[in-house]
Every structure is written in C-alpha cells, then in structure tokens.
C-alpha cells in the first residue's frame, strides 16, 4: 500500500509518500481500507515529536479516517468486512490501509459520505465530550468559542447550540466569523479588534461566559480567566497559539471557576461506552440537520505537506480532508 511516512521528526516537508507493507489486523483490531483521512492539529505535532503519543518510525500521521472494513480480528464483533466505518486511529491514516482498535471504530451513518466521515470524529468526539462529560453545558447557559472557524471549534458552535446554550463565537478576522454565524453563533467576537476579555463582558453584562471552550491558548486563555462567570469552567482543548499559558490559581479562587483539562482519546479509550453514547446524540443530530460538517479543502495524498502547512499556518476554516482514494 502508499503511506506517508515520518521517519525521523521534523516539519511537513520531511515526510516521504512510499510503498509499505500492508498492516494486520490483531485480535482486537480492524483493517481499514482508507477512503478519507481527516487532517488535525495533532497531526502537524506527532511528525515533530511534540505530540503525548510517539510512535516508533516509520510511521504515517492521520489520527482519524472513514473506509470500508478489509477484516477484523477475532474480538471484533460489532463490524465485518465490507462495513463502512470511520473512526479514530492515533496515527497512520494517512494511508491506503490502516489498522485501528475496534471498539475505536463505528458504523457509518447511511446517510454520510467517506470525505464527511473523516473529518467527523475528532472534532465532534473532542467537541461533545468537552461540552457534556467536561463542560456540563447547560440549556440557556453563555458558551465562549475561541478559535470558532476552525474545525473542533465550529462543531463547538454547533454542538452548543444543539445543547440549548447561547453561543459567543470569536476568530481573528470578519471571514472566520461569518463561518461561525451560518454554523448557529448569536454573537460574533472578533479578537484582532479589542481586548477579548472587555467585549465579552460587555456582551454578558459584565458577569462573563459560563462554559469557555478554548483550542488556543496563549494570551486569549489568560484573557479567558478573566471573562469567565462565577463557577463557570475553562476547558483546555489545545494550544494552536503555540503557547502553553500558566494559570494564576488566585483567578480560579475569586471566580469560583474551574478549569478542566479535554483529552477526547484518552476518554474513548477508558470509557467506550459513553464515547459511543455520545456518538449515537451526534449521529441524531446530523440527521436531523443540526450538525453541518464544513470540509472547506480536500487534498490529495501525494498534496500531503499542502494539507498540514495550512493547518500550521492557521489557514484552516472547518475542516481538511485527504482522500486517498
């Protein structure tokens, strides 16, 4: 099968597309015959050595994908060849075939295509878990979205406002905003224009959002302490800011406020279940039109450090695909 390959760390340009064995399935595994890989931020960190998760070279980036199941190990129950899955594989999607945990990978909705379903998992599982499990997002509560354009951040939006919030979402430039509002936002912030911190309390009357999703980091997560409600919850989904900010903990004391950590593959691996209860609310959500994935750009696999470098230089609006079929 073709792969892209990282054999050493490094940026984008320093993988390689080649032929590689094809993989097996263990007793506990599927064998995917990859269609589209959806393209993420862990991506772009994985290839650099940055990533919590390091596996051993060679190996392919591409942590979630949608195919055909090719076979399935003797554990495996819930899927046989020929089923059309997607689901989160850590790493190795970016590949003609790729081996992925089973209780990791889900039926498709019939009503899905492969390019929607790639780009699916990781920002909707990232997105539901952090608002539900992490969040407790409450019907009529103040819902912060930074980084609202970007694929986990738009299916915030959206996932909010299907949850019953009021949904503030804020990005860099009037264009990322207008993305935001046609996914469900009811304000709009833009952050190069002001100091987040003042325009969401002036949108709040001065009491700040009580559920504040953050993929960003750096200075809008120490703005973010700022503007938060009494008891409300920072969710710490990523750091694409490149900056990893310091809490000052005398903030979280006089806010009353909470700030909780969002690691979706850790929470699918130590808890199936509920993943796949919140894969089930999702699912009814896309087919009732709540849920409008946006797949802004698709890339072929030879187009590979294309689809990173856009990711890296945060030109990304919803999501990127790679099709490798």
């Known amino acids: 099968m073709k792969a892209v390959l990282c054999k050493a760390y490094g940026p984008a340009s320093t993988l390689s597309l080649e032929e590689t064995a094809d993989p097996v399935a263990k007793d506990n595994e599927v064998v995917i015959d ?24 060679p190996f392919s980036p591409g942590g979630e994908a ?14 046989k060849p020929g089923d059309r899955v997607m689901g989160l594989t850590g790493y190795g999607g970016f590949a003609e075939k790729v081996a992925a945990a089973g209780t990791h990978v889900l039926p498709m909705p019939d009503d899905m295509d492969f390019v929607t379903a790639a780009g699916f998992s990781m920002t909707y599982g990232t997105s539901m878990h952090a608002l539900a499990q992490r969040g407790n997002l409450q019907p ?41 509002r046609q996914a469900g936002a009811d304000e709009l912030i833009n952050y190069s224009e002001g100091e987040l911190k003042e325009q969401v309390k002036a949108l709040t009357g001065g009491q700040g959002a009580d559920v504040i999703y953050d993929p960003v980091g750096g200075d809008l997560f120490d703005q973010s302490m700022r503007c938060i409600n ?40 130590r808890e199936p279940q509920a993943n796949l209860e919140n894969f089930q609310q999702l699912f009814r959500w896309y087919s009732e039109g709540k849920l409008k994935p946006l797949v802004s750009q698709t890339f072929e696999m030879n187009q590979y450090e294309a689809a990173l470098t856009t990711l890296t230089t945060r030109q990304a609006v919803g999501k990127i695909v790679i099709k490798t079929r």
Request: net charge positive.
């Open 140 to 180: 009529g509560e103040t819902l912060l979205v930074l980084g609202a354009s970007g694929g986990v951040g738009l299916a915030a939006v959206e996932i909010g406002k299907a949850m019953g919030a009021r949904v503030i979402a804020a990005a860099s430039s009037d264009e990322k905003l207008e993305v935001a």
């Open 66 to 79: 949608a195919g055909v199941v090719a076979s399935v190990g003797s554990q495996v129950t819930h899927l």
């Open 230 to 269: 009494w008891r409300g919850r920072l969710l710490v989904v990523g750091f694409a800011s490149g900056r990893i900010p310091e809490l000052p903990a005398n903030l979280a004391l006089l806010k009353g406020a909470a700030v909780v950590g969002v690691f979706w593959g850790a929470f699918a691996k």
């Open 34 to 57: 990859v269609h589209a890989a959806g393209v993420n931020f862990p991506d772009t960190l994985i290839i650099e050595g940055k990533y919590q998760v390091k596996p051993p070279f």
